[in-house]
Protein backbone atom coordinates (compact mmCIF):
# COMPACT_ATOMS: atom_id res chain seq x y z
CA UNK A 1 0.00 0.00 0.00
CA UNK A 2 1.19 3.63 -0.83
CA UNK A 3 1.72 6.13 1.68
CA UNK A 4 -1.17 9.26 1.39
CA UNK A 5 -0.33 11.35 4.19
CA UNK A 6 2.45 11.34 6.42
CA UNK A 7 2.41 13.58 9.62
CA UNK A 8 5.64 14.02 11.55
CA UNK A 9 6.46 15.46 14.74
CA UNK A 10 3.53 17.99 14.74
CA UNK A 11 3.21 20.39 17.33
CA UNK A 12 0.80 23.21 18.10
CA UNK A 13 0.24 25.46 21.28
CA UNK A 14 -2.45 28.34 22.04
CA UNK A 15 -0.75 30.29 24.42
CA UNK A 16 0.46 28.49 26.98
CA UNK A 17 -1.49 25.73 26.30
CA UNK A 18 -0.16 22.61 24.37
CA UNK A 19 -2.47 21.13 22.07
CA UNK A 20 -0.58 18.49 19.83
CA UNK A 21 2.78 17.52 21.23
CA UNK A 22 5.08 15.92 18.79
CA UNK A 23 2.55 14.09 16.66
CA UNK A 24 3.93 11.56 13.86
CA UNK A 25 1.26 9.55 12.31
CA UNK A 26 1.02 7.65 8.39
CA UNK A 27 -1.87 6.88 6.60
CA UNK A 28 -2.15 4.39 3.22
CA UNK A 29 -4.48 5.18 0.69
CA UNK A 30 -7.82 3.52 0.75
CA UNK A 31 -6.72 3.23 4.94
CA UNK A 32 -9.41 4.27 7.20
CA UNK A 33 -8.19 6.03 10.33
CA UNK A 34 -10.45 6.24 13.31
CA UNK A 35 -9.14 8.88 16.42
CA UNK A 36 -10.58 8.47 19.80
CA UNK A 37 -9.64 10.04 23.16
CA UNK A 38 -10.80 12.26 25.77
CA UNK A 39 -12.58 15.77 25.24
CA UNK A 40 -9.70 18.23 24.70
CA UNK A 41 -6.93 15.82 23.73
CA UNK A 42 -6.18 17.66 21.00
CA UNK A 43 -8.44 15.76 18.16
CA UNK A 44 -10.18 18.46 16.35
CA UNK A 45 -6.94 20.36 16.71
CA UNK A 46 -5.18 17.42 15.15
CA UNK A 47 -7.18 17.28 11.73
CA UNK A 48 -7.39 20.80 11.28
CA UNK A 49 -3.65 21.27 11.22
CA UNK A 50 -3.19 18.63 9.07
CA UNK A 51 -5.48 20.06 6.59
CA UNK A 52 -3.78 23.74 7.52
CA UNK A 53 -7.85 25.24 8.70
CA UNK A 54 -5.06 25.46 12.06
CA UNK A 55 -1.22 26.35 11.17
CA UNK A 56 0.80 24.08 13.17
CA UNK A 57 3.88 25.50 15.17
CA UNK A 58 5.93 22.36 14.17
CA UNK A 59 6.68 19.35 12.20
CA UNK A 60 5.47 18.62 9.16
CA UNK A 61 2.04 17.39 7.11
CA UNK A 62 2.75 15.24 3.44
CA UNK A 63 -0.12 14.77 1.23
CA UNK A 64 1.12 12.47 -1.79
CA UNK A 65 4.25 13.83 -2.66
CA UNK A 66 3.38 17.20 -1.45
CA UNK A 67 4.60 19.20 1.82
CA UNK A 68 1.50 21.25 3.14
CA UNK A 69 2.84 24.44 5.07
CA UNK A 70 6.18 23.88 6.89
CA UNK A 71 8.38 22.40 4.09
CA UNK A 72 11.90 20.79 5.42
CA UNK A 73 14.97 22.58 3.23
CA UNK A 74 18.41 22.18 3.01
CA UNK A 75 20.59 22.41 6.52
CA UNK A 76 18.02 21.97 8.89
CA UNK A 77 15.99 25.37 7.81
CA UNK A 78 12.26 25.52 7.46
CA UNK A 79 10.38 27.16 4.65
CA UNK A 80 6.46 28.15 5.13
CA UNK A 81 4.65 28.06 1.86
CA UNK A 82 1.85 31.07 1.05
CA UNK A 83 -1.11 31.85 2.19
CA UNK A 84 -2.46 31.26 -1.31
CA UNK A 85 -0.45 27.92 -2.02
CA UNK A 86 -1.55 26.56 1.22
CA UNK A 87 -5.39 27.62 -0.71
CA UNK A 88 -4.53 25.23 -3.63
CA UNK A 89 -3.72 22.43 -1.76
CA UNK A 90 -5.92 22.46 1.13
CA UNK A 91 -9.01 21.26 -1.15
CA UNK A 92 -7.10 17.72 -1.78
CA UNK A 93 -8.35 17.09 1.32
CA UNK A 94 -12.50 17.10 2.13
CA UNK A 95 -13.58 18.05 5.25
CA UNK A 96 -16.51 17.25 7.18
CA UNK A 97 -17.43 19.24 10.34
CA UNK A 98 -19.68 18.05 13.49
CA UNK A 99 -22.02 20.95 12.96
CA UNK A 100 -22.32 20.57 9.60
CA UNK A 101 -21.05 24.01 7.77
CA UNK A 102 -23.19 24.35 5.14
CA UNK A 103 -23.96 27.43 3.72
CA UNK A 104 -27.61 28.52 4.75
CA UNK A 105 -28.10 31.29 1.73
CA UNK A 106 -27.17 28.14 -0.82
CA UNK A 107 -29.26 25.51 -1.71
CA UNK A 108 -28.73 21.62 -2.06
CA UNK A 109 -26.78 22.14 -5.31
CA UNK A 110 -25.01 25.42 -5.03
CA UNK A 111 -23.74 24.23 -1.74
CA UNK A 112 -21.85 21.40 -3.51
CA UNK A 113 -21.36 22.83 -6.77
CA UNK A 114 -19.63 26.24 -5.21
CA UNK A 115 -16.14 24.62 -4.29
CA UNK A 116 -15.43 22.93 -7.90
CA UNK A 117 -16.58 26.19 -9.39
CA UNK A 118 -15.22 28.77 -7.78
CA UNK A 119 -12.13 27.01 -6.15
CA UNK A 120 -11.54 24.27 -9.04
CA UNK A 121 -12.77 26.70 -11.91
CA UNK A 122 -14.46 23.57 -13.32
CA UNK A 123 -17.63 24.97 -15.91
CA UNK A 124 -20.80 24.75 -14.36
CA UNK A 125 -22.90 22.27 -16.50
CA UNK A 126 -20.24 19.40 -15.61
CA UNK A 127 -19.89 20.53 -12.14
CA UNK A 128 -24.34 20.03 -11.93
CA UNK A 129 -23.91 17.41 -13.60
CA UNK A 130 -21.66 15.39 -11.15
CA UNK A 131 -23.14 16.81 -8.62
CA UNK A 132 -26.59 15.09 -9.44
CA UNK A 133 -25.01 12.02 -9.87
CA UNK A 134 -23.83 12.51 -6.07
CA UNK A 135 -26.80 13.39 -4.61
CA UNK A 136 -28.83 10.56 -6.72
CA UNK A 137 -26.12 7.86 -4.71
CA UNK A 138 -27.08 9.61 -1.66
CA UNK A 139 -30.32 10.04 -1.99
CA UNK A 140 -30.89 13.30 -2.07
CA UNK A 141 -31.20 14.32 -5.72
CA UNK A 142 -35.32 15.38 -4.65
CA UNK A 143 -33.33 17.99 -2.14
CA UNK A 144 -31.03 19.99 -4.85
CA UNK A 145 -33.24 23.13 -4.93
CA UNK A 146 -34.24 23.07 -1.19
CA UNK A 147 -32.10 25.02 1.69
CA UNK A 148 -30.27 23.88 4.38
CA UNK A 149 -32.79 24.77 6.59
CA UNK A 150 -35.29 22.33 5.64
CA UNK A 151 -32.94 19.58 5.64
CA UNK A 152 -33.09 17.28 8.75
CA UNK A 153 -30.10 16.90 10.45
CA UNK A 154 -28.71 13.67 8.68
CA UNK A 155 -29.60 14.78 5.27
CA UNK A 156 -27.43 17.90 6.43
CA UNK A 157 -24.77 16.01 7.55
CA UNK A 158 -24.90 13.70 3.44
CA UNK A 159 -25.10 17.24 2.14
CA UNK A 160 -22.11 18.29 3.54
CA UNK A 161 -20.14 14.63 2.69
CA UNK A 162 -21.01 15.25 -1.18
CA UNK A 163 -19.75 19.05 -0.54
CA UNK A 164 -16.76 17.25 0.40
CA UNK A 165 -16.30 14.97 -1.86
CA UNK A 166 -17.00 17.05 -5.15
CA UNK A 167 -13.99 18.90 -4.76
CA UNK A 168 -12.25 15.22 -5.99
CA UNK A 169 -10.39 14.98 -2.81
CA UNK A 170 -7.24 12.32 -1.96
CA UNK A 171 -8.83 12.29 1.63
CA UNK A 172 -11.30 12.62 3.63
CA UNK A 173 -11.10 14.14 7.15
CA UNK A 174 -14.26 14.03 9.95
CA UNK A 175 -14.26 15.53 12.56
CA UNK A 176 -17.04 13.87 14.50
CA UNK A 177 -19.79 13.36 11.88
CA UNK A 178 -22.57 12.44 14.21
CA UNK A 179 -22.15 13.74 17.43
CA UNK A 180 -24.67 16.71 16.10
CA UNK A 181 -27.38 14.44 15.18
CA UNK A 182 -30.43 12.76 16.84
CA UNK A 183 -29.53 8.80 17.87
CA UNK A 184 -31.78 7.87 15.58
CA UNK A 185 -30.46 9.53 12.84
CA UNK A 186 -26.61 8.72 13.82
CA UNK A 187 -26.97 5.09 12.56
CA UNK A 188 -28.04 6.52 9.16
CA UNK A 189 -25.32 8.42 8.80
CA UNK A 190 -22.74 5.78 10.24
CA UNK A 191 -23.84 3.50 7.45
CA UNK A 192 -23.61 5.67 4.71
CA UNK A 193 -20.11 6.54 6.04
CA UNK A 194 -18.85 2.21 6.23
CA UNK A 195 -20.12 2.42 2.80
CA UNK A 196 -17.96 5.76 1.95
CA UNK A 197 -15.29 3.16 3.58
CA UNK A 198 -15.83 0.06 1.32
CA UNK A 199 -15.54 2.56 -1.67
CA UNK A 200 -12.09 2.58 -1.10
CA UNK A 201 -12.18 6.27 0.33
CA UNK A 202 -9.07 6.99 2.80
CA UNK A 203 -10.52 8.31 5.54
CA UNK A 204 -9.83 9.86 9.11
CA UNK A 205 -12.55 10.08 11.15
CA UNK A 206 -12.85 11.27 14.68
CA UNK A 207 -15.53 9.68 16.13
CA UNK A 208 -16.50 8.55 19.88
CA UNK A 209 -18.59 5.90 18.30
CA UNK A 210 -16.56 2.62 19.38
CA UNK A 211 -18.63 0.32 17.92
CA UNK A 212 -18.05 1.91 14.51
CA UNK A 213 -14.59 2.34 15.14
CA UNK A 214 -14.29 -1.39 15.44
CA UNK A 215 -15.77 -2.66 12.33
CA UNK A 216 -15.08 0.21 9.69
CA UNK A 217 -11.23 1.01 11.11
CA UNK A 218 -8.26 -0.28 10.13
CA UNK A 219 -6.47 1.59 12.83
CA UNK A 220 -7.20 3.60 15.44
CA UNK A 221 -4.90 6.33 16.94
CA UNK A 222 -5.71 7.39 20.81
CA UNK A 223 -4.78 11.21 21.77
CA UNK A 224 -4.43 11.74 25.16
CA UNK A 225 -3.08 15.25 26.29
CA UNK A 226 -2.05 16.36 22.71
CA UNK A 227 0.08 12.71 22.51
CA UNK A 228 -0.56 9.78 20.36
CA UNK A 229 -0.83 7.47 23.53
CA UNK A 230 -1.73 4.18 21.34
CA UNK A 231 -2.52 2.86 18.04
CA UNK A 232 -3.12 -0.09 16.20
CA UNK A 233 -5.35 -2.18 14.29
CA UNK A 234 -8.84 -1.78 15.64
CA UNK A 235 -10.12 -4.69 16.90
CA UNK A 236 -6.48 -5.47 18.91
CA UNK A 237 -6.58 -1.99 20.42
CA UNK A 238 -10.85 -1.43 21.03
CA UNK A 239 -10.36 -5.71 23.07
CA UNK A 240 -7.33 -5.17 24.01
CA UNK A 241 -6.26 -1.66 24.99
CA UNK A 242 -2.23 -1.41 26.67
CA UNK A 243 -2.85 1.74 28.08
CA UNK A 244 -4.73 2.39 31.04
CA UNK A 245 -5.41 5.83 29.85
CA UNK A 246 -7.12 4.32 27.50
CA UNK A 247 -8.56 1.60 29.41
CA UNK A 248 -9.86 4.02 31.48
CA UNK A 249 -11.98 5.62 28.34
CA UNK A 250 -13.40 2.86 26.89
CA UNK A 251 -14.70 1.68 30.53
CA UNK A 252 -16.68 4.86 30.14
CA UNK A 253 -18.20 4.95 26.63
CA UNK A 254 -20.07 3.26 25.17
CA UNK A 255 -22.04 3.35 22.14
CA UNK A 256 -24.28 1.27 21.55
CA UNK A 257 -25.80 2.76 17.61
CA UNK A 258 -24.26 0.59 15.66
CA UNK A 259 -24.83 -2.62 18.03
CA UNK A 260 -23.53 -5.54 17.09
CA UNK A 261 -25.24 -6.33 13.40
CA UNK A 262 -22.97 -3.47 11.88
N1 LIG B 1 -8.76 28.25 19.01
C1 LIG B 1 -8.32 27.88 20.21
N2 LIG B 1 -7.85 28.79 21.09
C2 LIG B 1 -7.35 28.41 22.29
N3 LIG B 1 -7.30 27.13 22.71
C3 LIG B 1 -7.77 26.19 21.89
C4 LIG B 1 -8.31 26.49 20.61
N4 LIG B 1 -8.70 25.34 20.00
C5 LIG B 1 -8.42 24.36 20.87
N5 LIG B 1 -7.87 24.85 22.01
C6 LIG B 1 -7.40 24.06 23.17
O1 LIG B 1 -6.58 23.01 22.67
C7 LIG B 1 -6.84 21.79 23.33
C8 LIG B 1 -7.31 20.74 22.33
O2 LIG B 1 -8.57 21.12 21.80
P1 LIG B 1 -9.34 20.29 20.70
O3 LIG B 1 -10.52 21.10 20.28
O4 LIG B 1 -8.39 19.88 19.66
O5 LIG B 1 -9.81 19.00 21.53
P2 LIG B 1 -10.76 17.79 21.12
O6 LIG B 1 -10.02 16.55 21.41
O7 LIG B 1 -11.24 17.99 19.72
O8 LIG B 1 -11.98 17.92 22.15
P3 LIG B 1 -13.55 17.57 21.97
O9 LIG B 1 -13.68 16.06 22.09
O10 LIG B 1 -14.20 18.27 23.13
O11 LIG B 1 -13.99 18.11 20.64
C9 LIG B 1 -7.86 22.11 24.40
O12 LIG B 1 -7.17 22.38 25.59
C10 LIG B 1 -8.54 23.37 23.89
O13 LIG B 1 -9.03 24.15 24.94
MG1 LIG C 1 -13.14 18.30 18.88
Known amino acids: MKSLLKVTNLSKSFGA ?10 VMAGEVICIIGPSGCGKSTLLRCINHLTFPDGG ?11 EPMAG ?6 SHSQIDKLRPRMGFVFQQFNLWPHLSVLENITRGPIKVQRR ?3 EVEADAMVLLTRFGLADKATAFPAALSGGQKQRVAIARALALEPQLMLFDEP ?11 VLLFMRELAESGVTMVIVTHEIAFARHVADRVIFLDGGYVAEE ?7 TNPKNPRLREFLSQIDSPVMGCSA
Do not use: H, W
Request: glycine share 8%; proline share 10%.
Open 60 to 70: FVELGDVYIGR
Open 178 to 188: TSALDPEIVKE
Open 123 to 125: PRP
Open 17 to 26: VPALRDISLE
Open 76 to 81: GKVRMQ
Open 232 to 238: GPAEELL
